[in-house]
């Protein structure tokens, strides 16, 4: 059977199609919701009279096509609260007090801890919404816990956009996640309030704060103790910023995050563990219900994130399947699994570790079989070996795109790190669950849990040695969506073309390799611009002139600490640049073929030498702002990052009495002058 007859596939395909559309469709729920009914009712008259006429109803699949892609326009609009009259952002007066509920806890910044909040009330009034809490990092209180209740007085504060171009937008993706506002305070600033319910996050929070407290009451390393968090208990806030890179440089970071591969390593694990129980009388029933018990226990243990729900949801259906002789086959399971989970939270799909965790499989599923046919090697050693080659390489097919597009690099040794990891990882993964059980009934023995963690040392030692062989590591790629969408259609063109090698099918192919060569041509000529960017820069300052894919950076940082900068980097990528050239600040510089004076700290400029179109303030110079203005008569004032914020309120508020446009970087974010030259 073809994988275009699949019913639930197409149906998949659909609610996606209309998933992607209702993010960018402003429409009251109301109307959508008597659309929805018009259409059930056209699809069951039509279904109707197809039953009647015997035939094939063209009318019958159009309605069902067009109520498939609606429902999930619908369901966006639905699932998103700032629809609904009592979220905060339709609240009519001011906001004195807010009572929230702590619902996710956030990996930590540098000041602040960080956590997603539900909204409970606004005055006493009920409210609802979610927020994000910045709360002031305090050695002498205690983090908060998921379903812990509070009340505060602080405001609520509009979530910044990206100051720099090419930054991570994450605005945007709060946005996707529902949130609007966030609220910064301080411990002291809470009340906490009692607690009358508590939700199945609430209790898997708890659970792991038990166990991870067990844990600590062994000889277990810092960093070997943040792994087997990761691993077991999907908790990846305590791994330090050093070993999260080693992991993603070795092209080892998916094993940090609990997806579908360590919920099948499971699922195989206790299907074997549980072979037993199936010769009782009704023990197939027996066993898929104690499997499918224990894989969601699994999952609320850690945390129901995106990539666990979706592999859980995913291998609870190949468990009933498998126990019960079905046969199955994995793309509808896929598209079941996803179909579900799109309806309770269509914002999974714009989740990364959603997008890759599907890719992956479906890579796998795909091409794999494929590749293992090239070769049948007669050992069973060779065998295992292969058979993790043509996985891995498989799973990368499916996800390079992606990867690039994300995260703008290509471990090159991720063949070797898999090769070694994955194969063990059944037993690390295995061994990880009976020492979280132990250590859970304060039942491990000293050895097991010493050689657990020398395990553990070893994994991350070899991960460390991958990633320092850094000539093998390919970072600072630039690729568009457009091309990452053109990608994925020539690897779709080319394996149905190789399962049905048709003239048909070669000519769909050979188009979609004319339609990435197109995409690509297109992005290159539009990556030809010029332009001027004078940065946001925290006590820094950096100007750029980009001329087609070169750029040149003035700065007075030095050379190897501006290369280092994530601000120029992500500038350089979101840019295509090719080549970058490093120079020193000058005063004078000629922007559209009109003078840009920069005056520094010195506060030193000349009054009859000409007369600048703009001036550049840099590295708070002490100077008459009136003076200045008078005596060089400029169109515009801009000051970057590298001045007091005490300077900026008293230059801006001098410009506007005089009527002059002021412009700050850390207000309204890098300069951008589009230039012919």
Not at 226 to 247: F, K, M, Q, T
Not at 264 to 280: D, E, F, T, Y
Not at 441 to 449: D, E, I, R
């Amino acid at each position: 059977m073809k994988l275009s007859q699949f019913v639930i596939v197409k149906l998949t395909l659909l609610l996606i199609i209309g998933t992607c559309l209702g993010f960018y469709i402003n429409l009251p729920v109301i109307w959508g919701l008597v659309f929805n009914f018009g259409l059930l009712a056209i699809l069951f008259f039509t279904y109707r009279k197809e039953q009647k006429s015997f035939s094939k109803s063209i009318a019958f699949e159009i309605t069902t096509v067009v109520l498939s892609i609606w429902i999930g326009i619908l369901n966006v609009q639905i699932h998103d609260a700032s629809k609904h009259c009592s979220h905060y952002l339709h609240y009519p007066s001011e906001i004195n007090q807010i009572t929230f509920k702590v619902r996710e806890v956030l990996k930590s910044g540098h000041y602040h801890d960080k956590y997603v909040v539900k909204l409970l009330k606004i005055n006493n009034d009920y409210a609802k919404g979610s927020l994000l809490l910045n709360l002031e990092k305090d050695s002498t209180t205690n983090k908060l816990h998921i379903d812990a209740i509070y009340t505060t007085a602080s405001p609520l504060s509009s979530i910044t956009s990206p100051l720099n171009p090419g930054e991570f937008n994450y605005k945007a993706y709060l946005k996707q996640q529902y949130i609007y506002k966030q609220i910064f305070t301080a411990p002291l600033k809470l009340k906490s309030e009692a607690i009358k319910t508590r939700s199945i996050f609430g209790w898997s929070d708890r659970i792991k704060r038990y166990v991870q407290h067990q844990l600590k009451q062994y000889p277990f390393g810092d960093q070997q103790l943040a792994i087997i968090n990761a691993l077991l208990l999907g908790e990846r806030r305590d791994i330090s910023n050093a070993l999260y890179n080693n992991y993603t440089k070795a092209g080892a970071v998916h094993i940090l995050a609990v997806s579908g591969l360590h919920i099948g390593i499971l699922l195989l694990l206790l299907n074997i563990l549980l072979n037993p129980v199936s010769r009782l009388k009704h023990g197939k029933a027996i066993k898929t219900l104690i499997l499918l018990i224990l894989l969601w226990m699994f999952a609320v243990l850690t945390g129901l994130s995106a990539s666990v729900t979706r592999a859980t949801t995913m291998f609870s259906l190949i468990a009933i399947a498998l126990n019960w002789n079905r046969k199955t086959n994995i793309y509808n399971t896929l598209a079941i699994s996803a179909f579900i989970l799109l309806l309770i939270k269509p914002s999974f799909l714009k989740d990364i570790g959603f997008q890759l965790s599907y890719l992956a499989v479906l890579g796998i599923v795909t091409f794999q079989p494929k590749l293992r046919a090239i070769w049948y090697p007669k050992h069973k050693a060779l065998q295992l070996l292969w058979n993790t080659v043509t996985v891995t390489l498989a799973a990368q097919i499916g996800v390079l795109p992606i990867s690039l597009y994300y995260f703008h690099q290509f471990p090159g040794l991720f063949f070797v790190t898999n090769m070694v990891v994955i194969p063990f990882l059944g037993i690390i993964l295995g061994l990880g669950v009976l020492v979280l059980i132990l250590a859970a009934t304060k039942l491990l023995p000293l050895f097991l849990a010493t050689s657990y963690n020398n395990i553990i040392t070893y994994l991350n030692d070899f991960i460390s040695w991958v990633a320092q062989q850094d000539r093998f590591i390919f970072d600072n790629i630039s690729i568009h969506f457009n091309t990452v969408l053109a990608i994925y259609g020539c690897l779709i063109c080319a394996f149905i073309w190789y399962i049905n090698k048709r003239f048909k099918t070669l000519a769909t192919l050979l188009l979609s390799l004319i339609i990435l060569q197109s995409v690509c041509i297109y992005n290159a000529t539009k990556s030809k611009t010029n332009e001027w960017v004078v940065f946001h820069k925290s006590r820094k300052s950096i100007l750029g002139i980009k001329s087609n894919n070169r750029l040149q950076l003035m700065s007075s940082m030095p050379i190897a600490e501006i290369k280092a900068d994530k601000t120029v980097k992500n500038y350089a990528i979101s840019r295509d640049i090719k080549t970058i050239h490093y120079d020193s600040l000058a005063s004078v510089y000629m922007m559209q073929n009109q003078p840009l004076l920069i005056i520094d700290s010195l506060g030193v400029y000349a009054t009859k030498t000409f007369k600048p179109d703009k001036i550049l303030l840099i590295n708070s110079p002490k100077l008459n702002i009136n003076r200045l203005i008078d005596s060089l008569q400029p169109k515009q004032i801009i000051a970057d990052g590298s001045n007091y914020k005490s300077y900026i309120a008293r230059w801006e508020a001098t410009c506007k009495t005089k009527k002059l446009p002021f412009f700050y970087t850390g207000k309204t974010g890098a300069y951008l002058v589009k230039t012919n030259n």
